[in-house]
């Protein structure tokens, strides 16, 4: 069975800390992984999509990607309070459902 | 609006009795998605269709749960029967079929058994 794993939280920085968000996959067929957030009560927007080995930037928001340990990190820099929500994080392999993680809530204290 | 669009967005129904709910995709999108999300829970598969078909029903929770999707559009997803326990935000979502797609959710429809 196809899983992704994060810690659930929660995950509390400081205003204006980096915060980083974890998350390891079984399959090794995976080829596509994204980070959503979501607000509660609100619905998962996404925040990042990474599908090569590396880091991926894209403002305040940087993925990373190591397939051959099966792991995928989001870092979040100068965390503002607006951060605070749940990261989840998403799998797919090709022609495969996605697969989400539990997702990691995250807290930033002003 | 371009988005994924759901509905009724709030359903309130008694024990035993049947609900449909709605799901519009974004227009060309030929994936479609349904989750479950109870209170402070994950999301929980439900099923997925690559046009009107449904290659993978895996998640469905039981044969009381049926989905059906026409015209590589708008899907239907029914509860029979409905328990206390069936009472959840249900989410459905839409990609382009690639295996790098993005996929984007709707607002969810909070369906709530009494």
């Known amino acids: 069975q196809k899983e992704v794993e994060q810690n659930s939280g929660p995950l509390s920085v400081p205003e204006g800390a980096i915060a980083s968000l974890n998350c390891t996959y079984s399959?090794?067929?995976?080829?596509?992984f994204f980070w959503y957030r979501q607000y509660s009560g609100k619905s998962p927007e996404l925040i990042m999509s990474?599908?090569?080995?590396g880091d991926k930037e894209d403002g305040r928001f940087t993925a990373q990607l190591n397939k051959a340990s099966q792991y995928v990190s989001l870092l979040i820099r100068d965390s503002q309070p607006s951060d605070s929500a749940t990261y989840l994080c998403?799998?797919?392999?090709?022609?495969?459902?996605?697969?989400f993680g539990p997702g990691t809530r995250l807290s930033v204290l002003p | 609006g371009a988005g994924v669009s759901q509905s009724p967005s709030n359903k309130v129904t008694e024990k035993g009795k049947d609900v449909e709910l709605r799901c519009d995709p974004i227009s060309g999108h030929t994936a479609l998605y349904w989750y479950r999300q109870s209170l402070g829970q994950g999301l929980e598969f439900l099923i997925y269709f690559q046009g009107n078909s449904a290659p993978d029903k895996s998640g469905l929770p039981s044969d009381r749960f049926s989905a059906e999707r026409t015209g590589g559009s708008v899907s239907t997803l029914t509860i029979q029967r409905t328990q206390q326990e069936d009472s959840a935000v249900y989410l459905c979502a839409s990609s382009l079929w690639d295996s790098q797609e993005t996929q984007y959710f709707g607002p969810g429809t909070r369906l709530l058994v009494l």
């Open positions: 998403a799998v797919r392999g090709y022609g495969q459902n996605f697969v």
């Open positions: 990474i599908y090569s080995n």
């Open positions: 399959d090794r067929g995976s080829q596509s």
